[in-house]
Protein backbone atom coordinates (compact mmCIF):
# COMPACT_ATOMS: atom_id res chain seq x y z
CA UNK A 1 0.00 0.00 0.00
CA UNK A 2 1.24 3.71 -1.20
CA UNK A 3 -0.83 6.96 0.19
CA UNK A 4 -4.17 4.76 0.08
CA UNK A 5 -3.52 3.75 -3.85
CA UNK A 6 -5.61 0.44 -4.34
CA UNK A 7 -2.69 -0.53 -7.09
CA UNK A 8 0.44 0.52 -8.62
CA UNK A 9 1.77 0.62 -12.17
CA UNK A 10 4.49 1.79 -14.42
CA UNK A 11 3.49 2.40 -18.12
CA UNK A 12 5.29 3.79 -21.05
CA UNK A 13 5.26 7.55 -21.00
CA UNK A 14 6.55 10.43 -23.00
CA UNK A 15 9.27 13.38 -21.39
CA UNK A 16 11.05 15.50 -23.89
CA UNK A 17 14.49 14.40 -22.37
CA UNK A 18 14.75 11.12 -21.74
CA UNK A 19 14.19 7.94 -24.01
CA UNK A 20 12.82 5.32 -23.12
CA UNK A 21 10.59 6.74 -20.38
CA UNK A 22 7.80 5.47 -18.48
CA UNK A 23 5.36 6.73 -15.50
CA UNK A 24 4.64 6.00 -11.77
CA UNK A 25 0.59 5.83 -11.66
CA UNK A 26 -1.38 5.15 -8.68
CA UNK A 27 -5.25 4.15 -8.16
CA UNK A 28 -7.36 6.25 -5.68
CA UNK A 29 -10.01 5.12 -4.43
CA UNK A 30 -12.62 7.76 -5.50
CA UNK A 31 -10.01 9.45 -8.05
CA UNK A 32 -9.04 6.76 -10.33
CA UNK A 33 -5.34 6.67 -12.52
CA UNK A 34 -3.22 9.48 -11.21
CA UNK A 35 0.47 9.81 -12.33
CA UNK A 36 2.86 10.79 -9.44
CA UNK A 37 6.45 10.30 -11.57
CA UNK A 38 8.25 9.62 -13.93
CA UNK A 39 11.57 8.29 -15.06
CA UNK A 40 13.85 7.84 -18.33
CA UNK A 41 17.52 7.70 -19.94
CA UNK A 42 18.50 11.03 -20.86
CA UNK A 43 18.71 10.96 -24.48
CA UNK A 44 22.47 10.21 -25.22
CA UNK A 45 23.08 13.75 -27.80
CA UNK A 46 21.63 15.64 -24.73
CA UNK A 47 24.14 14.14 -22.19
CA UNK A 48 27.19 14.94 -24.74
CA UNK A 49 26.32 18.52 -25.48
CA UNK A 50 26.28 18.78 -21.53
CA UNK A 51 29.08 16.70 -20.45
CA UNK A 52 31.01 16.00 -23.23
CA UNK A 53 31.01 12.15 -22.28
CA UNK A 54 29.48 9.10 -24.00
CA UNK A 55 27.77 7.87 -20.80
CA UNK A 56 24.30 6.96 -19.89
CA UNK A 57 22.28 9.06 -17.23
CA UNK A 58 19.05 8.16 -15.40
CA UNK A 59 16.33 10.68 -15.00
CA UNK A 60 13.62 9.91 -12.24
CA UNK A 61 11.52 11.57 -10.12
CA UNK A 62 8.32 11.56 -7.89
CA UNK A 63 5.97 14.73 -8.05
CA UNK A 64 5.36 15.99 -4.35
CA UNK A 65 2.51 18.08 -5.53
CA UNK A 66 1.04 15.05 -7.10
CA UNK A 67 1.54 13.00 -3.86
CA UNK A 68 0.13 15.49 -1.54
CA UNK A 69 -3.54 15.24 -4.26
CA UNK A 70 -3.48 11.53 -4.18
CA UNK A 71 -3.24 11.92 0.06
CA UNK A 72 -5.90 14.57 0.17
CA UNK A 73 -8.03 13.20 -2.75
CA UNK A 74 -8.21 16.66 -4.60
CA UNK A 75 -9.47 16.04 -7.94
CA UNK A 76 -7.64 19.28 -9.58
CA UNK A 77 -3.86 19.61 -8.60
CA UNK A 78 -4.20 23.78 -9.04
CA UNK A 79 -6.43 23.74 -5.45
CA UNK A 80 -2.81 22.86 -4.17
CA UNK A 81 -1.52 26.15 -4.86
CA UNK A 82 -4.98 28.06 -3.86
CA UNK A 83 -4.78 31.45 -2.11
CA UNK A 84 -7.87 30.95 -0.97
CA UNK A 85 -7.94 29.98 3.00
CA UNK A 86 -11.16 27.96 3.07
CA UNK A 87 -9.95 25.63 0.83
CA UNK A 88 -6.69 25.50 2.21
CA UNK A 89 -8.38 25.45 5.77
CA UNK A 90 -10.16 21.62 4.35
CA UNK A 91 -7.17 19.93 2.59
CA UNK A 92 -5.86 20.18 6.46
CA UNK A 93 -8.76 19.21 7.80
CA UNK A 94 -9.13 16.05 5.17
Known sequence: EFAGATEIKIK????????????????????????????????????????????????????IDRIGMFKLGIEDIRQLFSHDLDVLRNMRSA
Do not use: N
Not at 40 to 62: C, H, N, Q, Y
Open 12 to 63: PGYFPFTEPSCELMAKHPQLGWIELGGAGIFRPELVKMLTGKDVSVLAWGLG
